[in-house]
């Protein structure tokens, strides 16, 4: 087992842990803070395996975009200091076996995929550049379409935000 | 064997870096501050008052660590040491001089605005689990404003991205070994810079923009409830943070460790490279945190929706249309 | 200071048994930090804030030894200066603002009304004739109010008296003291 | 809000944020500015009426003109002068109401100058120190006249 084995598996321990405590946590804001625990050791992992790109957005984008959204809500709505109610024994066993279930799919699926052996061909290290050109590219491979149905809909959804927001104006 | 030789060193670096520039920088505050309101300044403990942070830091030190009734008692002692960690994070890709750099990562600027985004974290953490209203209010004053100025200041930042071609911090001072981009890049440049300084100067909570710990309306914002060593922490990681901010601004508008140059003077060129480049890097970074400093002197505080204005009817169009002509700009070549 | 040999400590000081030289020179180092980091708590009741802020102006300048840290906030300050007259409806309000500070912390009664309820020591049912019958007074001042320099003189005083003591919990003011001399 | 009042206002903001910075880097840059008195070693020129505390100036042979009257005491909005008198027999074996002890207490008084006003042998004054810090209370109440002190000759 060498020292890189031994911090994939610590940060895998982190992220797991983590996410199982956001959920079993009876406090709605220390379940945010670990789920962002758990979205860091995720990130981590991505540094791990030298994806620095993919890492920096991660980070971005849950750390500092969606887990900063679910605290502002938590802060805006919930009564945040108290318990949350224990869940029903019965949903309890009902997510147990749902959760299991995914699991089991999960498996089966890393299973049977067969995974090509990278060792030593490539440094993971995405040139920048590549990306974006990638992003913009019409060809086969290129991301062009995606990239701007994405753009289309997050247009549409602040224009959404907006006329709502004029509606209850003038009411 | 030698990586972990090399971690350690590094860490103790770090380490050693992050107590001296929290002492020089709280001390160098307090001057700048005294000699602008034309008083003297701390001046009696230690030789002109050098020793003062360093007594405060042991005082805090020996301080009682409250933890109140009613608070969060994990997440109110984490928080700290979310904000250290976060700040610390920092400093690995930032060239200190040439050649001096912990990491040298292909997406530098782009880390540096992810990690940076952990500070809100850290705030958010420690408003929430004090258990107390002011904290509170602190906690989602701060949040709102750095969610909204990491937009302008992310999009200055990307002004002088497009103008090198590269997200690596040793690319982008190399591209200014022929003249710094606040000379060469014409006017978008100046207003990129102008709109960095302001939205970094709201992103590290400072005065003019220090609505989370305003003590007239909130008493002390996030970190009314923190005593002695772990508000310490908090204290210490805002001023490296400025520190971090400012070194990205010298970095990316002022060359880092880029000597001056002047076109082909020769003789001047040769002259400018006897000065060693941490002392290049340092100085533009000073000035810089100068400057912050200066603002922070001169200016009232600015009512949240002052704030919010500013950002979101100012700053933003303005850095989103200089965007744009910064791309102008380097697609037709006409910078220097 | 002006004096070569500053005078004893008032009273009689506990030494902790057996306490080794690193100790000693530790209690000496922490009470050189301690007394000259005085963070005072932004805490005015009336006329006496008035100079109490003029202190920390550019002419008179308390910064010049460390005091200008004001907090707003109880749990990072260390000194809190009573400046002004404590009704009976504030005395609460001091006593908990004193709980909330964290150790080691002083208190500064500044002016006659602090010290002993001054003017309104007689024929006023309001009033609390003292600071120090709610919460325990490290240096009183006289003057109504006292000018800057008088207040800068106690902050320099506590400062002696932070510097021998070390912990305030281990001082005893047995015996009346003459004034220090400065 | 037109295109013309917005950018009119981004300029004016700039220019007098500009304008104040200008003030504060005068004061940076030129320490002669500084107005700072250093107090313990400085110390200010007080004002002539400054009133610090109420003194009992004694002459060389020890001897005070405070003749027991007690109209410093009625004078007194505070209650800070409390005189204690005691009987006396003088050089032609008079009895007569003497000073016992002068009790003032500096932390009750508030420098009005009522009590010197109202002395009719000017035997008390305001003297001008103002460092009265102390760590016991007790200490700020004080006997203004001094030990084995006497009357003047000739004061009524």
Known sequence: MTASTVIFYILSAFAIANGFLAVTTRKIFRAAI???????????????????????????????????????????????????????????????????????????????????????????????????????????????????????????AMVGCIVIALKTRKA | MALFLEFVIAGLLCIGLFAILGLVLVLMERKVSAYMQIRLGP??????????????????LSKEGLTPRGADRFLFNLAPFVAMIGTMLLLAPIPFAKGFQLWD??????????????????????????????????AMRSGAQIVSYELSAGLSIIAIVVLTGSLSISD??????????????????????????????????????????????????????????????????????????CAIGAILFFGGWMPFHIGNWEGFN??????????????????????IMWFRWTFPRLRIDQLLNLEWKYLLPISMVNVLLITLVAILGWHF | MTNKNP????????????????????????????????????????CCAIEMMSTASAKYDWSRFGFEVARATPRQADVIIIAGTIVNKMAPVLKRLYDQMADPKYVIAMGACATSGGPFFYNTYSVVKGADHVIPVDVYVAGCPPRPEALLHALLTLQKKVRQGGKREKITIDKFWEQPTS | MTLKTYFSNIFSTIRSLLKGMRR?????????????????????????????????????????????????????????IKIVTKQEINAAGKKKKALDTFVYHLELCTMCNLCIVACPTDAIEMAQSFEHSVFDRNSLIKTLNEPGSKLEEGIE
């Open chain 3, 7 to 46: 005078d004893p400590f008032p009273g009689q000081v506990h030494d902790s048994p057996g306490g080794g030289i690193l100790v000693s020179t530790l209690d000496d180092v922490i009470g050189w930090a301690r007394s000259n980091s005085l963070w005072p708590l932004v805490f005015g009741t009336s």
């Open chain 2, 43 to 60: 001046n009696r403990v230690g030789p002109k008052g050098a020793l003062q942070t360093l007594a405060d830091t042991l005082k805090l």
């Open chain 1, 34 to 156: 670990f789920l962002l625990f758990s979205l860091i050791g995720v990130a981590g992992l991505y540094l791990w395996m030298s994806y620095e790109f993919i890492f920096a957005v991660q980070v971005i984008v849950y750390v500092g975009g969606i887990v900063v959204l679910i605290i502002f809500s938590i802060f805006l709505t919930q009564q945040a200091g108290e318990d949350m109610p224990m869940v029903l024994r019965g949903r309890q066993l009902f997510a147990g076996l749902a959760s299991l279930a995914g699991f089991i799919l999960a498996w089966l699926l890393v299973r049977d995929y067969p995974f090509a052996e990278l060792r030593g061909t490539s440094s993971g290290e995405a040139p920048i550049a590549e990306i974006g050109t990638k992003m913009l590219d019409t060809g086969t491979g290129g991301m062009a379409l995606p990239f701007e149905v994405v753009s289309i809909l997050l247009l549409s």
């Open chain 2, 105 to 138: 990562i292909n997406i530098g600027v782009l880390y540096i605005s992810a990690v940076s985004s952990l500070a809100v974290i850290s705030i958010l953490l420690a408003g929430w689990a004090s258990n107390n209203k002011y904290s509170l209010l602190g």
């Open chain 4, 24 to 80: 504060t880097g005068y004061y940076f840059t030129h320490h002669k500015e500084i107005i700072t008195q250093q107090y313990p070693e400085y110390k200010p020129p007080l004002p002539e009426r400054f009133r610090g505390e109420v003194v009992m100036p004694h002459n060389a042979d020890n001897e005070h003109k405070c003749t027991g009257c007690t109209a410093c005491e009625l004078a007194c909005p505070n209650g800070t």
């Open chain 2, 270 to 291: 040769r002259i400018m490279d006897y000065i060693p480049s941490s002392v290049w890097f340092f100085g533009k970074t000073f000035f810089l945190i100068f400057v």
């Open chain 2, 172 to 245: 982008i001072i190399a591209s200014q070994a022929d003249g710094w981009w606040i000379f060469k890049g014409h006017l978008p440049v100046w207003i990129a810079f102008v709109t960095f300084i302001i939205a970094v100067t709201a992103e590290t909570n400072r005065a003019p923009f220090d609505l989370a710990e305003a003590e007239s309306e909130l008493t002390a914002g996030f970190h009314t409830e923190y005593s002695g060593m772990k508000f310490a922490l908090f204290f210490l990681a805002e001023y490296i943070n400025i520190f971090i901010v």
